[in-house]
């Protein structure tokens, strides 16, 4: 399926002008035409654009340096590492909180299967945690 640029915009909340300035930018090379010359957006280039993980400012700065051919190389790299790291950190943290929620539902299957109430302070069964809970 292809998008125009007003249904890109609505789709990802980033406004039509800067759309256009990135094309004009050459951010999207395979973006097509019609014949009227209404530019159509493949669902890879706006989830690109939703999901890249790069803030606008970051996205503006690869626009123009995109422009600026293999000068420029190592600079867009840098900013996509820089993404990927970010990435990589938000991935690690994610995973922190999985593992302390996959703890905590161990914990209340335990408790669950002794019908004691542990984590309830009103409880006469109640246990203060020593550790991270």
């Known amino acids: 399926m292809a998008y125009t640029i007003i249904e890109v915009e609505r789709a990802t909340n980033i406004p039509s002008r800067k759309i256009?300035?990135?094309l004009d930018k050459g951010l999207f090379p395979f973006v097509e035409r019609d014949e009227n010359g209404v530019r159509y957006f493949a669902k890879s280039d706006m989830e690109w654009l939703r999901q890249c993980g790069m803030s606008l400012k970051e996205i503006r700065e690869y626009a123009e340096a995109l422009s600026g051919g293999i000068k420029t190389a190592t600079k867009r790299?840098?900013?996509?590492?820089?993404?990927?790291?970010?990435?990589?950190?938000?991935?690690?943290?994610?995973?922190?909180?999985?593992?302390r929620l996959e703890?905590?539902?161990?914990?209340?299957?335990?408790?669950?299967?002794?019908?004691?109430?542990?984590f309830n302070p009103q409880s006469r069964d109640y246990k203060e945690c020593k550790k991270r809970c």
């Open 20 to 22: 256009r300035f990135w």
């Open 77 to 99: 790299r840098a900013l996509l590492q820089k993404s990927y790291a970010n990435l990589q950190a938000h991935i690690a943290s994610l995973q922190e909180i999985s593992q």
């Open 103 to 118: 703890t905590k539902l161990r914990m209340y299957d335990e408790m669950i299967e002794k019908g004691v109430d542990t």
